[in-house]
């Protein structure tokens, strides 16, 4: 008899602790199987940390440990899920996120191998099978049996679906004249494409490429402005890595990012490279991950999760794009993939390269100190200008005409230039649906999500009311709930309602338009961006996806239709991201032959992340916002935490979480600043309600150290649930 020891699928704080089961059965289990139990009259799923055998009576060790011991109802896995290298990434993981070890290992796995029971209906592997002679003896055969040994033996293996005649082929399976094979099979059709002769690098890339390999830092910082060939710096080295044996992984932040990245690598490597990203299906992501596995191909391109991929001997880990919010995972364990890549940089010996036109300030600010080498690349490839920049008040009555309060004269005359010369525009606006939110005239009721409180986004495409925090979605009402009144209004603007301004305005020209909804289904993102490439269309209207990283040859106008909406988000980061966000966007016009121009809307004209964007000036906005980070001593100055308390009882909640700051306040002493109790932006999830509170402290390890104390305190609590998000980005 076995024991084992589980974690179950819960990825509850309270729940994060071994239990034990036994095992009586005949399969082989271990450390790192996934094993089917009872927990509290449910079936679960549960990760072996422990397993060790056990020759006497259950009832002693029952007696020893105090409680019951249930029996493991199936062992799932046939072999460990991880490797050696991944289990210790796992358990670093988990250290420096304080986070259940359980949520760690579901982020990390696929969806047909994650320990949670949904991996049970997951895709298994797939195989095609082929029927192949193994004796082409005939006697005692029939003649049509004959007829078909002899058909199947002038070919060196058939499909066994290609045979029709299958009681036939089967009588010569038990006549073993013929067998089958079963050869796994991919469900990802990765596109071929034709190999590209490598440009010949700028002076300014091959002295960056040099400086990379003649130094030995673990991570870099490859801050090269748009359009400087930052891609083609990844290329080189990935080439030079993977002569040197060894492989690499190379991350995009999103996928409206990956097809791009996919055929720049795909051209120069082909048939070495697998792709891991959320646009996959379940059955792709585990072909691909288990190719990666048996060390088929030496390069993954994929998104945040692509950090974990079961590559072995990595000699380069690469973020592209590193500044972007998507990097970081939004639920436990609230991982960074560049925290990780630098954890499992430090593991393989690999190093690490973070490429940005803008990087984030946390990145810039190390770089600063020599904690990470900054590489620069300062001039465009083939010293194309950066685009003129101009900056429109839209409070300026001047500036607005009646034909539309949504675009400038300005931009509607830039626009029409654009569609007479046969060019391409890109407007951005980072909302998506028509208008943000709907009240009632009559009485000022605001729609808002059940659960998460805020207001709902109206989507004109398919007349819905829509939560962008939640999945919450309901049928656009006729009438207000509160009063009756059936005059409803639509304030704030979308992506949807700039197309259809478009449309108004400029009825000849044709657009597409690429957000989050688009990628609701499969294959749509890449599908967009492409029929832009080839011209299909005049003007690309989106979100920030369409932002970064593209290289649109004819994009000569790219137009902000709101700089402001960035400047409002709840976080201490809101410059930041939207100083980036238009400098990408400016960044994609006038990139090839033509020089391009860029138009940015606003109501506050004077806001320094707008007008420095404006001048591309990244270092001149480093400066600036890293005074007001020291003022308000935030990040990079601070180490940052979060801690959510969330529970169905409000007055539970709310003294539990004036308690757990008191308790902060008497570890910390001057030693941190604790900030709160406060409701979140979205109060609520699911039936409970939650209360948060900040932390700033100075002292990484210290603030580990309390944390991890205050979370073992509380995680024997039934009634509410602690959570911590350790360097939280939103609040
Ligand atoms: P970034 O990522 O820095 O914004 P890209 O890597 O997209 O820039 O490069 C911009 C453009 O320059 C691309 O079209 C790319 O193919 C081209 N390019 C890059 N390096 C070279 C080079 N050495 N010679 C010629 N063209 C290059
Ligand atoms: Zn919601």
Redesign the pocket.
Known sequence: MKIVEVLIEYANNSLNRPFSYFYKGYKRVDTGFRVLVNFNHRELVGYVINCYDYNEPISSLEEKLGFKIGEVIDVIDESPLLNQDLLDLADQVTDYYLSPKISVLQSMLPPSLSPRKSSLKAPKIAYDQYVYTIDKNEDGLTDKQIELLRLISSVDKVLKRDIKQVSILNKLIENKRVDILKVEKRRLAIPSYEYKEP????VE?QRVVDEFKNTNDSVYLLE?????????VYLNLSEQVLKEGKSVLMLVPEISLTPMMMEYYLRRFEGDVAILHSALTPAEKYDEYRKIASGECHIVVGARSAIFAPLTNIGLIIL?EEHVESYKQDTPPFYHAREVAIMRGKQHNAKVLL?S?TPSLDSRARAQKNVYHLLK?ET???NKELPKTTIINLGDYRNIDRDSYIFSIKLRYEIQNVLDRGEQAILLINRRGFASSVSCRKCGHIFKCPTCDIALTYHRTDNMLKCHHCEYVCAMPNKCPECGDDRLIKIGFGTERIEEEIHRLFPNARTLRLDSDSAKIRAKIPAIIEEFRQKRADILIGTQMIAK?H?F?DVTLVGVVLADIGLSMPTYRSNEMAFQLITQAI?RSG??DKNGIAIIQTYIPNHYAITIAARQNYEMFYRQEMEYRRLQSYPPYTFLASITIAGKNEETVIINTQNLIDMLNNQFGDKAQVLGPTTPYAPYEGNKILRTCLIKCRDQKLLHDVLSKIISVYSNRTSINVSVNIDPYNF
């Open positions: 440009p010949k690098l700028t890339q090269g402005v748009t359009g400087s060939g930052k891609t083609e592209d490429g036109a690349l465009r490839i083939n990283g290289d040859p960044g990139r090839k």
